[in-house]
C-alpha cells in the first residue's frame, strides 16, 4: 500500500512545534515520488502478466502439438460462418507452427508490455478492442482460410502505443513504439497485401483497433477553473484574493445569507 511521506518533529527534535503537537512534514518531491511508484507497480504486474501471457500460448502450442493440431481446426477463425463467429476471441492463441508461435513470441511480449505498463486493466481493454476488430476484419474479408496466431493482436499493440504517445503527447510512449517496431521490421512486411501464407486483413484490422484504442482509452484531463461561482456583481476580472465588501445591513434581503457565507469563510 502506498502512502505519503511524512515526518513527524518532535519538541526535542528540529523544526517548529505549537503546544507540544507534532506538525507533519511532506518530504520534498512526495507526489513526484508516488507517481513514479505506482508507475513502476504497473510495470511489474504488466511484466508478469506478459509473462503468463506467452506462458499460455506456449502451453496451448504444445497440447495443439500433440493433438495434430486439431484445436487449430477447431477454434480457428472461418471466415462468415456464423457457428464460428465466437472463435475470433480463440485464434490469438493458437498457432500453426512451431516457427509460427517463434515468429510471434518476441514482438508480442515487447509490444504486449509497453500497452500495459501505463495501466493493466486498461490494457485489456485494449486487446478486448484488437481481438475483435482483427478478428471481424479476418471474418467479413479473408479468403475462405483457416486464421489463428496472435500477429493481430502484435499490430494492434503497436497501434496503440503509437497513437496513445501521439494523442497523450508523451514522446517516450511514441519513440519507444517507432524503434520497436524498427527493431521487428520483419513483421511489417507481412503486412503487404498479396503476402502468400499471411492474413494481412488480420494484421491491418489489429492496427486500426490499436489506432482506435489510442483515443478511446486517452488520458483524460481536467478543465481548469470550471465550477467556479461568481459572487453576485463579479466581472471575473478580480483576482480571487481580493477582498469582497458585502451588504451586511440588517434590512437588506440577503443579509442573512451573506452572514453565513462570512461565517463559513466564504
Do not use: C
Request: net charge positive.
Amino acid at each position: 500500500m502506498l502512502v505519503d511521506n511524512v515526518s513527524m518533529t518532535s519538541q526535542s527534535g528540529s523544526g517548529s512545534v505549537t503546544g507540544g503537537t507534532a506538525v507533519p512534514r511532506r518530504t520534498k518531491g512526495g507526489p513526484a515520488r508516488r507517481a513514479a511508484e505506482i508507475d513502476v507497480a504497473e510495470a511489474r504486474k504488466a511484466f508478469f502478466l506478459m509473462v503468463g501471457f506467452i506462458a499460455l500460448i506456449w502451453t496451448l502450442q504444445i497440447a495443439n502439438w500433440a493433438d495434430h493440431y486439431h484445436l487449430d481446426a477447431s477454434y480457428g477463425i472461418l471466415p462468415r460462418s456464423i457457428g464460428r463467429l465466437g472463435d475470433i476471441f480463440t485464434a490469438p492463441f493458437l498457432h500453426f507452427s512451431w516457427d509460427h508461435i517463434e515468429g510471434n513470441s518476441g514482438p508480442l511480449f515487447v509490444f504486449g508490455l509497453l500497452a500495459a505498463y501505463r495501466g493493466v486493466v486498461r490494457f485489456l481493454g485494449v486487446t478486448l478492442l484488437v481481438a475483435v476488430t482483427s478478428g471481424m476484419a479476418v471474418w467479413l474479408f479473408q479468403g475462405n482460410q483457416l486464421t489463428v496466431g496472435a500477429s493481430g493482436l502484435i499490430f494492434g499493440y503497436f497501434g496503440y502505443v503509437l497513437s496513445r504517445g501521439i494523442i497523450d503527447r508523451n514522446l517516450i510512449d511514441a519513440l519507444a513504439a517507432v524503434v520497436m517496431a524498427l527493431s521487428y521490421a520483419y513483421i511489417l512486411t507481412v503486412a503487404i497485401p498479396g503476402t502468400p501464407g499471411v492474413s494481412w486483413t488480420g494484421h491491418l484490422g489489429g492496427l486500426i483497433g490499436g489506432l482506435a484504442a489510442g483515443w478511446i482509452f486517452r488520458t483524460r484531463r481536467g478543465v481548469r477553473g470550471a465550477g467556479r461561482t461568481k459572487l453576485p456583481g463579479d466581472s471575473g476580472g478580480r483576482s480571487p484574493d481580493t477582498a469582497v465588501a458585502l451588504p451586511t445591513s440588517p434590512g437588506h434581503p440577503r443579509a442573512d445569507l451573506y452572514k453565513e457565507l462570512d461565517d463559513m469563510g466564504l
